[in-house]
């Protein structure tokens, strides 16, 4: 997990660089087409769903989980993302000898089983998803988008 791990963190840095070239307004900028609102919102989605899976259900850890209010640019976006690499980083060292076994994860206040590789397949596929949304909610406002795929 913690190789295929690197690749999604190397994907994610290539995202955030290309944030960078859209304006703060615009990285705000609420668009109704999109589940979660604008590119912020879903990039602050995707480091929830790690929160939530990784840290909460898999680790067991109390979280806090991050407001959209409380990151207002890229650069403290790639902050709450370091932060999510800390925690799939203790997720990985925890269950590198176990990702098969299942553990007990609520989902809508119903206990059902998953075990970690599922989890941690979950929360990846899931950044993609929502990666595709910025980059399509970056061409509905006139940028351009690039090629973020692992193999670029």
């Not at 190789?3 to 615009?26: H, M, N, P, W």
């Not at 604008?38 to 990039?43: A, E, Y």
């Not at 098969?100 to 929360?123: E, G, Y």
């Not at 929502?130 to 988008?145: A, D, F």
Request: glycine share 4%; with cysteine; aromatic share 10%.
């Amino acid at each position: 997990m913690s190789l295929q791990y690197g690749f999604v963190k190397g994907s994610r840095e290539v995202l955030l660089k290309y944030c960078e070239t859209i304006s703060v307004a615009d990285f705000r900028a609420e668009n109704s087409s999109f589940g979660r609102g604008s590119i912020r919102n879903l990039l602050v989605h995707i480091a929830n769903t790690y929160e939530f899976w990784i840290g909460q259900q898999a680790l067991q850890k109390e979280m806090v989980f991050t407001s959209y209010e409380s990151v207002s640019n890229v650069e403290e976006t790639r902050q709450l993302f370091n932060e999510i690499d800390k925690l799939v980083e203790e997720f990985v060292t925890s269950f590198s000898r176990s990702s098969l076994t299942n553990l007990t994860v609520i989902i809508n206040d119903t206990s059902t089983k998953a075990n970690p590789l599922k989890l941690f397949t979950h929360v990846i596929t899931h950044e993609y998803h929502h990666k595709g949304q910025v980059l399509s909610m970056s061409r509905h406002l006139g940028y351009t988008p690039i090629d973020t795929d692992i193999m670029r």
